[in-house]
């Protein structure tokens, strides 16, 4: 019980915090434009390096391949931010976070003999994945800005559960500073609404919430392969982005945006259980 009370403070409320605290602070002081790239991907890489400092083997100098997140998420955080810059085309900054997802890989695919895929596979694979991950990701904040803003947080939760369930607490306390920090992005979107700021979370959500979830994933025998569908539960929701859901608005549409995200996140835990079995 003291273990949940302090990880309740330090690696969710904590985190929470300091997300919607930045977000605020730099929508009041940046200009709009620069707000609308930076306030969101800055406020999640402020609250996840705060909370991952905070845990008991949250080691600043890696020591194994999950470590690397800490590093990774101010990284993901500027890369997200600049690829949104005025100018870019789109095949610009898809080269940017293919880059992004491609270094990210090769610093979360460990080394182990024991790794099966090996790793020569698992690099391009993961790459892949966080590459169109965070590049299908980009257009929904913009068409559906609440409901991505939710269905973020509910899916970074998703996989810190069923890293708690299913692989061990570490995995899932990272996932849950993750799920805690878009938290507070989602609360400063409620009190300030701005269809474009959290299109600079999706590379830093990619990277970090998928990245748990392939942590999750390799861990168990066989793998958990339903742990990499959580993550991408978010996409379902183009299908009400796109003609003719996408003429539905309002209260009772994003409520049922969000019914079939959780419809989704309930199949990643049904395939996670269904593994271990």
Known sequence: MEFSIEFAVQGVFFPAAISLAVVALAQRFLPRDVSQRYAAAAAFAAAYCAGYFLLPKGLLLPERH?????????????????????GLRVAERWVLIALAALVAAWLLVPTWDSLAPPRAVWVPVLAGYLFLLAALLDGLPTRLPLATSLALPLSAACVAVLNLAC??????????????????????????????????????????????????????????WGLLVAPAAPLVLWCFALPPLSRWRGFVATAVQIGVVMVVLAVAAWLSFASTE
Not at 176 to 182: R, S, T, Y
Request: aromatic letters at 10%; one cysteine or more.
């Open 167 to 224: 692989v061990s607490a570490t995995s899932a306390q990272g996932a849950g500073i993750a799920a805690a920090a878009l938290a507070g992005c989602f609360a400063a979107a409620c009190l300030a609404p701005d269809k474009a700021a959290a299109r600079g979370l999706c590379l830093s959500y990619s990277v970090i919430v998928g990245g748990w979830a392939f942590v999750g994933c390799i861990e168990p025998e066989p793998l958990m």
């Open 66 to 86: 999950w470590h690397w997140t800490f590093y990774l998420a101010p990284a993901a955080a500027a890369i997200g931010a600049i690829s949104l810059a005025a």
